[in-house]
């Protein structure tokens, strides 16, 4: 903390100053003619994290999400700028770095495919040469709180996904890393499962003081989970603030999907609420995500022959479509490159 009460301001635990990753890709221009070009995926990014916090790092696919991670793990090594993790540069030093933190993909696994889960635990006892009595220990307490007890002899290859990924979450928490970079944890999981992923998440993070950067798709991810959040387009930071602001700032969205009794013309509904889409006696309704629907669900019910009705979140997508598109309320940090 420093004299003003900032924590991690003078000693944040993930810190980035003008971050920059240039790809050099040759593209075929036409029969045996290549042209070599310059992608630049990171465009001088600056942000810090402090230790204990956890925050969701969203942006649309190709904005540099992933090629920021693979910097932070030490995999890719920055083209300019200066990165430190633990006061460790990724990319010098990643082996050492490799004891203090713990990666989720939640499109690879890095469970051994064939072998029953513990096996894998073991091999990472192993690998990371954790003292036995902590390997122990954080096994017992981790598999009880995934609920993998029943698992652990079942060759992995055969978990349902969502079994999968709390496997690979307690493989990447054995060594007791202080920073969790998690990518898509709960993709394809149904709702128990995000559930339980997310309980853990928050569970770990207040109890551990873990630092975490999330990278998802799911805006509840983030809601659920998240008091600051960083949205990066076309490598750049352009947001970094709370998730309340970048609601505001995109006037986001909820949806109200309403089944009638029978097919009706579009419902009358107060603006700004508005019927989006009719399909037989389905109607879909947009409203401001800052409003809640109560107002609008007694009208409906008041007026029209309500059978059932279900409220959708905004996602991901849309919050940030408006957000790049309207005045941010958030600490905007920087201008999407054109
Ligand atoms: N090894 C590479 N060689 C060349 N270009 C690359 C390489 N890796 C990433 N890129 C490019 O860099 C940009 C950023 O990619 P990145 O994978 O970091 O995006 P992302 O935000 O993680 O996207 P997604 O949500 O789709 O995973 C994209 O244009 C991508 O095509």
Redesign the pocket.
Known sequence: MDTNGRVGAVDPFIELDGVE?V???RRKTGFMRRERHR????DSISFAVARGEMVGYI????????????MLTGI?TPSAGRLRVAGIEPSRERTRLAHRIGVVFGQRTTLWWDLPLIDSYRLMHRMYRIPDARYRENLDRLVELLELGSLLDVPVRQLSLGQRMRGDIVAALLHDPEVLYL??PTIGLDVVSKAKVREFLRQLNAERATTVLL?T?DLQDIEQLCSRVMV?DH?RLVYDGALAGLHESGESERTLVVDLARELPPIDAPPPARVVRVEGPRQWLAFPASESAAGLVARIAAEYPLVDLSVREPDIEAVIAKMLHGDSHGKEVGRPVP
């Open positions: 990753k790809f050099e890709v992608v630049r995926a990171v942006g649309p696919n190709g904005a540099g999400k992933s090629t920021t991670i693979k890719l990518d898509e990278t798709h990066i490598g």
